[in-house]
């Protein structure tokens, strides 16, 4: 919280590089904000940027392969430190011209009104190791995914799939947000049930004050101070 009155001291004084684990396509303005304003303080210190599925991320926090993880973690670890910084929610989407998306249109025009298990007998594209555990547990706990029409290690690859009439799939709202607007995707779910998560920047608890990982969140907290946890704008 202190960065703001001492920036002007700070600047130039830390160097090296800043190694960063993160979950592919993540759309949390905080991250993007946080970046732009270390970078700023600190011009001297080079980021490192690998992409990696959340529990990869998580374990290269704890091996110290990565100063800092962004990511989603249902199980929070005491050796690390979690500050939340976003929250994600994923919508069930179909492409627009798909046959599912039209047997769906046939029987009502209202899609948002069928509950999940109604699409539990479609094939469903997945994300295997990036996909959050509350959303796995939200597909289990509605029967969904039983009939697999493709997996993808990214996001970008599983939307790929959807749109290309494969089968229907999770996405983030956010990374979603211009398929939908465009009309290319179709959200199925409402809106009040969706599988909702927080994404955390992680660091390990006993990273030292003074480190480039420790100013960063001590970046991130002055970014958020005051605010609720919010989505990407």
């Known amino acids: 919280m202190a960065i703001p009155q001492h920036a002007a001291a700070a600047a130039g004084c830390i160097d090296g590089t800043l190694r960063l684990s993160?979950?592919?396509?993540?759309?949390?303005?905080?991250?993007?904000?946080?970046?732009?304003?270390?970078?700023?303080?600190?011009?001297?210190?080079?980021?490192?940027?690998?992409?990696a599925p959340w529990r990869d991320t998580i374990e290269a926090v704890v091996r110290g392969d990565a100063d800092i993880g962004i990511s989603c973690d249902n199980a929070p670890r005491d050796s690390l430190r979690y500050v939340p910084i976003g929250r994600?929610?994923?919508q069930l989407y179909c492409h627009a011209s798909s046959r599912i998306f039209q047997e769906l249109k046939s029987c009502s025009s209202d899609l948002k009104q069928y509950k999940p298990q109604v699409f539990s007998k479609y094939n469903f594209i997945l994300t295997g190791n990036d996909e959050p555990q509350e959303l796995f547990s939200f597909r289990k706990r509605h029967g969904l995914g039983g009939h697999i029409g493709g997996q993808a290690d990214t996001l970008s690859e599983a939307r790929r799939l959807i749109r290309l009439g494969v089968?229907?799939?999770?996405?983030?709202?956010?990374?979603?947000?211009?398929?939908?607007?465009?009309?290319?995707?179709?959200?199925?779910?409402?809106?009040?049930?969706?599988?909702?998560?927080?994404?955390?920047?992680?660091?390990?608890?006993?990273?030292?004050?003074?480190?480039?990982?420790?100013?960063?969140?001590?970046?991130?907290?002055?970014?958020?101070?005051?605010?609720?946890?919010?989505?990407?704008?």
């Open 22 to 51: 993160m979950v592919a396509d993540l759309g949390i303005r905080a991250v993007d904000d946080a970046i732009i304003m270390f970078h700023e303080i600190y011009p001297a210190v080079s980021l490192h940027i690998d992409v």
């Open 88 to 90: 994600e929610e994923q």
């Open 167 to 233: 089968g229907i799939g999770f996405l983030p709202t956010d990374f979603a947000a211009g398929d939908v607007l465009s009309g290319q995707l179709i959200p199925l779910l409402p809106e009040d049930i969706l599988p909702r998560y927080p994404i955390y920047m992680i660091t390990r608890a006993e990273t030292p004050d003074g480190t480039a990982a420790s100013l960063i969140v001590n970046v991130i907290i002055s970014r958020t101070a005051g605010k609720e946890m919010q989505k990407s704008a």
